[in-house]
């Protein structure tokens, strides 16, 4: 983590939820931490949706206001700029994972090349965009072109929702470490949902884990 850090991946890789909770967990630690929806793709499981949490903790939401707030269009908040250079503030920026998505952060390159942002991309194994250690590298590639940015760091997200088990978690972080290699980067760590805690004891033991809470749910899941 950096002042300023960058989530990215496939779209249904997850990388809105770590974002989510990345943010709560700066606020145990810094006064000022702003959540910056750049998503301006994907109309689904958007940050921007959590607005009241984000204010219940004291986190600066930044994103399109009102009625754009729902919008699928690529609109991005001037606001921005506020938090970008006060040194005092953490930054998490959710951002699409695709070409179209890493061009909003392509804008950003001259502001930010001084700030040293770190970019991490979110693999979930289990989207077929990005199943196979070929597409996954495509995939980065792609964003890397358009942001004008390196990713620094790999985090396994593996998962089939609900019905994931530790064995779809491991299969996650073999392939993440392979496209690891490839990039000459590492793996971050492995992020688990928290209701696997108890069957993820052995694999915590030995890896990097962080467990998240979900926050974006299905219509039908409540």
């Not at 960058?6 to 890789?13: D, E, K, L, R």
């Not at 219940?56 to 908040?77: C, E, H, M, N, T």
């Not at 033991?205 to 998240?212: E, G, L, M, N």
């Amino acid at each position: 983590m950096r002042r300023i850090t960058i989530i990215t991946g496939y779209f249904g890789s997850g990388k809105t939820e770590i974002a989510i909770n990345l943010a709560l967990q700066e606020t145990l630690n810094y006064k000022k931490v702003a959540i910056n929806d750049l998503d301006v793709v994907n109309p689904y499981f958007r940050s921007r949706d959590l607005a009241d949490l984000f204010h219940l903790y004291g986190i600066d939401l930044i994103s399109p206001k009102g009625r754009l707030s729902k919008s699928d269009l690529p609109i991005v908040s001037g606001e921005f700029f506020r938090v970008l250079h006060d040194p005092d503030y953490r930054i998490i920026i959710d951002v699409g994972g695709d070409k179209e998505g890493a061009l909003v952060l392509g804008q950003y390159y001259h502001e930010w090349q001084d700030l040293k942002p770190v970019m991490l991309f979110v693999l979930n194994c289990f989207r077929p965009e990005v199943s196979t250690l070929e597409g996954a590298l495509e995939a980065v590639k792609r964003i890397e072109n358009a942001s004008r940015l390196k990713v620094s760091g790999i985090i396994n997200n593996a998962n089939i929702g609900q019905a994931t088990t530790m064995a779809e978690v491991c299969k996650g972080f073999d392939q993440s470490l392979s496209l690891a290699e490839k990039l000459n980067v590492p793996v971050i760590c492995t992020c688990i949902s928290s209701h696997l805690r108890k069957e993820a004891e052995d694999f915590a033991s030995d890896h990097h884990v962080k467990f998240i809470k979900r926050y974006l749910k299905l219509p039908w899941e409540g």
